[in-house]
């Protein structure tokens, strides 16, 4: 990395460490794989949160796990379960009975949580998001009513772990595929991920497409991120320029239907890696 970058990188994590405590609700949280050494056969995944990735600075607890899973090269499902918790991380351990079962796609989701932020942290949170202008304005017109910020949130992540090497387009396609959660972004395609190549991907929502969310692309190399929108049928379009491990994240915030005045989001990430 280059003096300049590094220097980037350095201040884009200084602010984040800035804006840690007010907004650790809207800190990103994703699965990679384990940095250290893992015995023959077994394998680890790490769940992290961060104001910024690939920045580590929270660790989640067992407890906030609400349901994880991951699929073989066989198509056939693999237990996914907490196995320790680090102070700004949270290991997972994959349950695959030998060294045969190699994980092709985890997802996890974490338990909802309600938080309250002061009013002055509000547009920095919507700075981060890209928040649409109609949410703006929702939350202008609570505030001339001097009403607070009550938000319940949900997170949710996934992982693609297709290896570079030769493997069926057949499995690649199934362990790709939508796994019902109430927020994904999903991969598409046969092919294992690769710089300069175009790759395809589409946010779903309860299942169905999402259109007009912004959903952001950031390398671990790499603080300036790149923004896109999701097209009337949910789909993203990207080129890689370099390889390396890459987040995909979004944040589908709105106007509770259920509890008058307040806030429901879904966060979103995937994540990748580029040969």
Request: glycine share 6%; aromatic share 8%; with cysteine.
């Amino acid at each position: 990395m280059s003096l300049h970058k590094s220097l980037r990188f350095l201040f884009a994590a200084g602010v984040a460490l800035w804006l840690a405590g007010p907004l650790a609700h809207a800190h990103d949280s994703w699965l990679g794989a384990s940095r250290d050494t893992t015995p023959a056969g077994r394998h680890v995944l790490e769940l992290s949160t961060g104001s910024r990735y690939p920045l580590q600075q929270f660790g989640q607890t067992a407890a906030s796990v609400a349901s994880s899973q991951c699929i073989d090269m066989s198509g056939q499902p693999l237990a996914l379960r907490p196995l320790r918790e680090q102070q700004t991380w949270l290991e997972l351990a994959i349950a695959a009975a030998d060294e045969d079962q190699e994980p092709l796609s985890c997802w996890l989701e974490l338990h909802a949580a309600d938080i309250e932020i002061e009013p002055r942290i509000v547009d920095l949170y919507f700075a981060d998001i890209h928040a649409p202008v109609a949410i703006r304005q929702a939350w202008g017109a609570l505030r001339a009513r001097n009403i607070p910020w009550h938000e319940t949130y949900r997170k949710f992540a996934r992982i693609d772990l297709v290896p570079p090497g030769a493997t069926a387009a057949g499995a690649i396609t199934a362990a790709r595929r939508p796994v019902h959660m109430d927020l994904e972004i999903v991969l598409l395609g046969d092919r294992p991920v690769a710089a300069g190549q175009p790759l395809e991907f589409q946010v779903l929502r309860d299942g169905q497409p999402l259109a007009g969310l912004p959903v952001e692309l950031v390398s671990e190399r790499s603080p300036l991120g790149v923004w896109r929108e999701t097209d009337t049928q949910g789909m993203l379009r990207h080129t890689l320029p370099f390889g390396g491990r890459w987040l995909l994240r979004g944040t589908d915030l709105r106007v509770s239907e259920r509890q008058p005045d307040t806030w429901e989001s879904r966060f979103v990430t995937l994540a990748i890696e580029a040969r």
